[in-house]
């Protein structure tokens, strides 16, 4: 099964200080869903692993969450994408649970429900705790220099992103990278 794991805020849609709360406030990144409708095409699976500390603020409930993602498949839908499945952490970072990222909770959820090693599958996100995150459950970290990571543009990453972290410069650009990476298919012999 060929899956990529991707972040949701500042990676797929605009990120907000004030979080992405309702369905109005929710935007996509330009090209971003076209960039997972590209990858699908090319039969990638793609899945959301995303921190909604909102919830866990009080700022939202799973109602508008859940309203939020409706609007996002909706959209997906309209120009050929799909997203398989969003993992989220509803949990305030003071909650030490082992879903919020930089832990590995949302990966090791996703590795459980797929069934799968998730060893060397390409995670996409917007800072390094997604990274961090991707990299303890064994992924291939991916940057994009959109949301959070747009102040790295044209800059050396800190210390603080994992050694061996490819950046692009957003999502369609991971996805031109990911796609022209795969091995191409054999040549069928010459009947002639």
């Known amino acids: 099964m060929k899956l990529v794991i991707l972040d949701r805020d500042g990676t797929i849609n605009e990120d907000s200080d004030e979080y992405v709360k309702s369905p109005a406030e929710w935007f996509p990144i330009p090209g971003a869903l076209e960039a997972i409708a590209r990858l699908n095409h090319a039969g990638w699976h793609v899945v959301i692993a995303t921190n909604q500390s909102g919830l866990g603020r009080g700022l939202f409930d799973v109602v508008n969450l859940n309203a939020i ?12 994408g799909r997203i398989d499945a969003i993992f989220y952490c509803p949990h305030a970072p003071d909650q030490g649970c082992r879903c919020r990222k930089p832990e590995p909770g949302l990966f090791e959820q996703i590795a459980e429900r797929y069934g799968l090693d998730i060893s060397g599958i390409p995670a996409v ?7 961090v995150a991707a990299v303890a459950a064994g992924c291939e970290p991916h940057l994009v220099l959109t949301g959070k990571a747009s102040v790295y543009r044209g800059q050396s990453l800190p210390d603080t992103f994992p050694a061996k972290t490819v950046v692009h410069q957003d999502l369609a650009a991971f996805a031109e990278f990911l796609t022209a990476r795969e091995p191409r298919p054999a040549p069928l012999p010459s009947l002639a």
């Open 125 to 131: 996100g917007d800072s390094a705790r997604d990274l």
């Open 69 to 80: 993602h409706a609007k996002m498949h909706t959209e997906l839908v309209a120009v050929g």
